[in-house]
């Protein structure tokens, strides 16, 4: 059992969450920190918190799950992926679908934490099918990357609805500093995750895959992906705008994540893609850590 269960952290790359969560835990700070409209009130419970990272864990475990079933037999043709466990029989189907059914259920059943804030349970079906929906995009269109995009973009969009459910429903214009944050992980996500397809860029072509490399070359794909983090940026520094609260320390922050972007692209190179890892994990890895500290601290300071 710890064996299989060391087999399915490893399948469902569960290292990756920090790619996210970040951004919820973010998103929650800000929701608490940034005083509501007049005659509203904020409370931010251990409940609620609990709330956000279980959801976070079931919901990306449950859609990496998924699309690990969904890409099984696309994963065996390519040599890159050929070792992963489904198509190296580490893991069965059988033990991977329920492993999906259980944290479908687990993500869902996480919603009620946030009660009497109904907004959560509603929304969580939606939300669920459109992350696990990602899984099939590169049948139909070249840009999947930005369907992840827009997965993780709702990390943050939804951990603040889960704290100000109500305050949104009753000022629409409340989630503004949410989706502010949520555009910039959205431009942010699809430019690293275009990078990182340039290794299929050949097996995508040949396996009539959509994908932006597939499609532009990986020449024009790294282009794309630097105009993606450049609109990043540009969506990232929207946030003090609605939320004036941010100050100094936000802007240095934003300028050391713009230039870890410009190394990120600096390493890759259309004729040398040994580096895409450094540039994918690590780096992004900081840039989601740094984004959580130097927001948080600037909010908790002011």
């Known amino acids: ?113 946030f009660w009497p804030n109904w907004l959560p349970l509603a929304l969580s079906v939606p939300v669920l099918a459109f992350l696990c929906g990602y899984s099939y995009t590169k049948r139909f269109t070249a840009f999947a990357h930005y369907w992840l995009g827009i997965s993780l973009m709702l990390a943050p969009i939804c951990a603040w609805v889960a704290i100000r459910g109500e305050i949104v429903l009753n000022h629409p214009a409340d989630i503004l500093p949410a989706a502010a944050l949520g555009l910039g992980v959205l431009f942010w996500v699809a430019g690293f995750d275009i990078i990182y397809a340039c290794q299929d860029a050949d097996f995508d072509r040949d396996a009539k895959l959509r994908s932006v490399p597939a499609k532009f070359g990986v020449p024009g794909a790294l282009r794309i992906a630097a105009v993606s983090h450049l609109l990043a940026v540009l969506a990232f520094a929207t946030l003090p705008l609605a939320a004036p609260q941010l100050g100094l320390i936000y802007w240095l922050g934003l300028a050391a994540v713009a230039a870890l972007l410009v190394y990120e692209h600096l390493l890759v190179r259309p004729s040398d893609l040994s580096k895409v890892n450094l540039a994918f994990f690590h780096v992004n890895t900081v840039i989601g850590v740094g984004v959580l500290l130097f927001t948080s601290i600037d909010l908790l300071w002011n």
């Open 1 to 113: 059992m710890p064996e299989r269960l060391r087999h399915i952290l490893e399948m469902i790359r569960f290292s990756h969450t920090v790619f996210a969560m970040p951004f919820a835990l973010l998103a929650t700070i800000m929701a608490w920190a940034i005083p509501a409209p007049e005659g509203e009130t904020v409370q931010l419970t251990w409940q609620a918190l609990l709330g956000i990272l279980l959801c976070m864990v079931f919901a990306r475990s449950a859609a990496m799950a998924f699309n690990r079933l969904v890409d099984r037999r696309i994963d065996a043709e390519n040599p890159r992926t050929a070792a992963r466990h489904i198509p190296a029989g580490l893991l069965s189907v059988q033990s991977v679908v329920l492993f999906t059914v259980v944290c479908s259920i687990g993500f869902v059943a996480s919603t009620l934490l």
